[in-house]
């Protein structure tokens, strides 16, 4: 057994540590090692392959820590996550370049948390602040800022609507377009609505509230309404695109999972000048009677290697909704993993160059769980077998 200490005398333990020490549990129960802190420094006691990696998650949280970073739990997984990915030689098992080379001087990188979040634009609006809470929303954000078409592809509970409409927001307000366009996919979520009552924008207000929500938790509610009823923030199902020309507008298509190709290709291709497309989306949520014509899962092979155009991917460690929500799409992951024998990890088949060792630890710890009670062939119906 080996110890490590560093001293952090200098920063809050709390912004560091969480409050009852919830950061440093969450190491342990994912490295065994034992974290404790004594007089301002920190200790680090287990096997050395252990306290190896252990050290390099603290030394990233640390440095997050003093740049005024409060560390959250999101924080803590992308740091363990990072570490499990990067093999035990402190590099990137599959040579992707995902290091930064400014390592310690014992080949272990350093800083590439701090550095996602370096430059990562904040919004400050009517009814509260919009930060970065993990680093790939740092990453998000900065996408937003510099790319004309992002794409934010990843599980629920993310922030990819919510961020991209608070982006949309700032611009307006920045009067770098003069519109925000909000746009979704009017398609039921595995039941049947039958004939909605109303007139046409009270049909699809169901499909289009949590747009609404969104736009609500950012401004005032007589702002909100003042800017729909002059058409300056503009909330529309996707048929609605067809034939138009937006132009000085940022355009925002939510639940893009539910289009098919056909229906991307027009939305992408009504851009103007000066206008901005958003396009988010979950891919374990397709509800399309056949989930393989999503839009938005070939549009990732077919845009692609298009340079001006972004993709960013976030994966379950980024989820920011209650702490549950976390478990839940991990619970699913390892459920698909083994009853469905496929990866449903809310990237599904995608580009992003992480989603291979993300796919292979689902796979491993759905492996260690006992076999699920499955259908046996032989058997009368109903019964069923280990």
């Known amino acids: 057994m080996i110890v490590r200490k560093f001293p952090i005398e200098h920063l809050d333990p709390i912004s560091l540590l969480g409050h009852n020490d919830s950061n440093v549990r969450q190491i342990e129960r994912d490295i065994p090692v034992r974290i404790t802190l004594r007089d301002g420094t920190l200790s680090v006691a287990g096997e050395e392959q252990d306290v190896k990696p252990a050290v390099r998650v603290l030394e990233e949280l640390v440095e997050l ?4 970073k409060v560390i959250e739990d999101a ?12 093999g035990p030689n402190g590099r990137p098992a599959n040579g992707n370049g995902h290091g930064n080379g400014n390592g310690n001087g014992h080949g272990e ?3 590439r948390l701090a550095e996602a979040y370096d430059g990562a634009p904040g919004y400050t609006f009517d009814r509260k602040a919009v930060r970065p809470r993990t680093p790939t929303q740092a990453l998000y954000l900065k996408a937003l800022e510099n790319n004309e078409v992002v794409f934010g592809i990843g599980p629920a509970g993310t922030g990819k609507t919510y961020l991209a409409v608070a982006a949309a927001v700032a611009a307006l307000r920045a009067k770098k ?7 979704r996919p009017a398609v039921e979520a595995g039941e049947s609505l039958g004939f909605l009552p109303g007139d046409m924008q009270e049909k699809v207000d169901p499909y289009l509230r949590p747009m609404y929500d969104a736009l609500a938790d950012l401004m005032s509610y007589d702002k909100m309404r ?6 300056v923030i503009e909330i529309a199902p996707l048929a609605f695109m067809r034939g138009r020309t937006l132009s000085n507008a940022f355009v925002i298509l939510d639940e893009a999972q539910n289009t098919t190709v056909r229906q991307m290709k027009m939305f992408l291709t009504r851009l103007g000048l000066n206008s901005r497309a958003v396009i988010t989306g979950d891919l374990t949520q397709i509800d399309l009677r056949s989930p393989e014509t999503s839009g938005l899962v070939r549009i990732q092979s077919i845009l692609g290697h298009v340079a001006d155009i972004k993709f960013v991917y976030f994966h379950p460690e ?3 909704r209650h702490r549950l929500v976390k478990e839940i799409i991990h619970a699913f992951d390892i459920y ?5 024998k496929r990866i449903d990890d809310g990237i599904g088949a995608t580009l992003d160059p992480l989603a291979a060792h993300i796919q ?9 769980l006992k076999a699920p009670l499955l259908p046996d062939e032989s058997s009368p119906e109903g019964e069923r077998r280990v």
């Open 318 to 320: 980024d989820v920011v």
């Open 226 to 231: 003042r800017y729909l009823e002059m058409g």
């Open 109 to 111: 990188p350093k800083g």
């Open 360 to 368: 292979d630890e689902i796979a491993a710890e759905a492996a260690k």
């Open 336 to 340: 698909h993993a083994r009853v469905e």
């Open 75 to 86: 924080d803590v997984a992308t740091a363990l996550g990072q570490v499990r990915r990067d």
């Open 177 to 183: 377009v003069d519109r925000i366009i909000l746009v």
């Open 65 to 68: 820590a003093e740049r005024g």
